[in-house]
């Protein structure tokens, strides 16, 4: 079992996930922390606010001497995702290649254990590029021998978002006129992230052998509602607009002509109407996390001193 002073290694660690987890592992007194990502920008933001946590710039992609950092390492948090993209290849690269080479890795430095963090999309009726792609990645992790728990989290929000929910607050909050598609009666089950971390924190500690976790936010919300609470929370008097799904569609698919990296995709706008109701475990009961009321974890979200005025780059 991994004690306070272990060294952790997280992969993709400047992302929404991985910052989020290492405020909470400090929190709980974690002190040998090593974060890599390839993102420069994002990785810096996470060397400035945890000056004591070790950051390695490096793709995971490719070959070179990062993998040293897994030396001594009582556990690996796989947390690196491609999880928008308008090629199949940045999908392939970034989830199944950068996935192999970390797996490689753990077994050359004996590795114990791996928290692997996948996604509720593998059991999602969605049929794209990312489904596929986590799907085979957490194939790759169960039959790579490595001893190993896998986590599947729902739609998340919370600090540093720079996608999703976040993205769509920070557009509300600058724009006369919100658009909706269709009645945006379309069911989510957002999950707060620091409630996830903490789930992450229970596997660290109690190292469960090959489960695998489903982690649903406790609340099924619609997703006008979901927009509506952030409008509450902010005191915003933005405009709610419902428009005809084919045509936000036609200008999701417009808009990213001239993106590189679009915030909403017609593949996720796809996803979020295809009517999914995932399951998940108890989390109270499995690892002692009552979940954050909705609204509550939605105004720390986005109002919070601390870190909600920090956004990642995408």
């Avoid at 945890?50 to 992609?61: E, G, M, Q, R, S």
């Avoid at 490719?62 to 690196?80: I, N």
């Avoid at 996604?119 to 792609?133: G, I, L, P, Q």
């Avoid at 409630?195 to 936010?217: H, L, M, N, S």
């Amino acid at each position: 079992m991994a004690q306070k002073n272990d060294k952790i290694v997280l992969t993709g660690a400047a992302g929404l996930v991985g910052q989020n987890l290492i405020v909470e592992l400090k929190q709980q007194g974690y002190t040998q922390l090593v974060a890599i990502d390839k993102h420069a920008h994002n990785l810096e933001i996470l060397r400035k606010l945890h000056p004591d946590v070790k950051t390695v710039l490096a793709d995971l992609a490719e070959p070179g001497d990062w993998t040293s950092v897994f030396d001594g390492a009582r556990l690996v948090v796989q947390l690196h995702a491609q999880i928008t993209g308008k090629t199949t290849d940045l999908f392939v690269r970034n989830n199944l290649t950068a996935t192999e080479r970390v797996l490689a890795a753990c077994k050359a430095a004996n590795v114990p254990y791996m928290v692997h963090i996948s996604s509720s999309v593998v059991n999602s009726v969605a049929k794209d590029d990312y489904t596929h792609t986590k799907r085979e990645q957490e194939a790759m992790v169960a039959a790579s021998g490595q001893r190993h728990c896998v986590l599947r989290p729902t739609l998340m929000f919370g600090w540093f978002d720079p996608k999703h929910l976040g993205w769509l607050s920070r557009f509300m909050a600058r724009t006369p006129v919100f658009p909706i598609p269709g009645d945006g009666r379309f069911m989510r089950q957002p999950l707060y992230e620091r409630d996830f971390c903490r789930c992450i924190a229970k596997c660290i500690e109690t190292e469960p052998d090959g489960q695998v976790f489903d982690i649903v936010g406790d609340t099924r919300v619609d997703y006008v509602d979901i927009i509506r609470t952030i409008k509450r929370v902010k005191n915003l008097r933005t405009l709610i607009v419902h428009i005809p799904i084919g045509f936000f569609a036609f200008l999701l698919r417009t808009y990213s002509l001239f993106s590189n990296k679009p915030p909403f995709t017609a593949d996720q706008l796809k996803a979020l109407s295809a009517g999914d109701d995932f399951k998940g475990v108890d989390t109270e009961a499995v690892f002692g996390v009552r979940q954050t009321p909705f609204e509550a974890a939605i105004r720390e979200s986005y109002t919070d001193p601390r870190y909600s005025h920090i956004v990642l780059q995408r």
